[in-house]
């Protein structure tokens, strides 16, 4: 069963960043992961949003700040959502710095990303998924079926747009800001099992 168990920060002056959507109203929640609307051109069952920012625009611009914490107290459903996007993009950045040779150029790198995003991932409450103590597993098959699907759509949306910024200056060479955050574990967790 899932818990709320309040971890206290790696850095107790300095908390980690929560969601500034905790408290959004009529968010869909599967289990306990936020299904939050997304501005996308990737078919799924997100609800568009007609905010100019989004969930996964906060998970890139807190992605870096919160990759030194270890330990992060959950407060919401939006924060679950936060964790895992967080996560991902630690494997995506993992994905583009192992490959043969360095970096790949943009091209390559969204390929790499692309294949990435639409392999087969575990979801909440499948034996596989590395984060079963933080996350409640859908209620039933259909609330499962819609999360895989969402989790789809937000994990190609959230590539995109990391690349966007990883490979911002034009160049066929990814920033090395974002690229040294290969070596930080975001709650010591990841999405593969490796």
Same mark, same amino acid.
């Given at each position: 069963m899932a818990t709320n168990t309040i971890i206290s920060p790696a850095i107790p002056s300095m908390p980690a960043y929560h969601s500034t959507f905790l408290n959004e109203p009529d968010t869909r929640v599967v289990g306990n992961f936020a299904v939050m609307p997304l501005r996308t051109k990737f078919r799924g069952p997100a609800y568009p949003t007609a905010d100019d920012y989004d969930i996964l625009d906060e998970i890139l611009d807190l992605f870096r700040a919160n990759s030194f914490f270890r330990n992060f107290e959950i407060k919401g459903p939006a924060d679950r959502t936060l964790i895992y996007g967080i996560l991902f993009i630690t494997d995506c950045l993992? %994905? +583009? %710095?192992?490959? %043969?040779?360095?970096?790949?150029?943009?091209? &390559?790198?969204?390929?790499? +990303?692309?294949? +990435? %995003? +639409? &392999?087969h991932f575990s979801i909440p409450g499948d034996p596989g998924f590395p984060l079963n103590s933080l996350y409640l597993a859908p209620r039933d098959r259909s609330e499962a079926d819609l999360l895989r699907a969402y989790l789809s759509q937000f994990r190609q949306e959230l590539a995109v747009r990391l690349l966007a910024r990883v490979y911002s200056d034009g160049a066929d060479k990814p920033s090395k800001y974002w690229i040294a955050f290969t070596r930080r574990r975001f709650m010591n967790k990841s999405l593969t099992s490796s």
């Open positions: 993992s %994905a +583009l %710095a192992t490959k %043969a040779g360095g970096p790949p150029p943009l091209t &390559e790198a969204g390929r790499v +990303l692309n294949t +990435l %995003a +639409l &392999e």
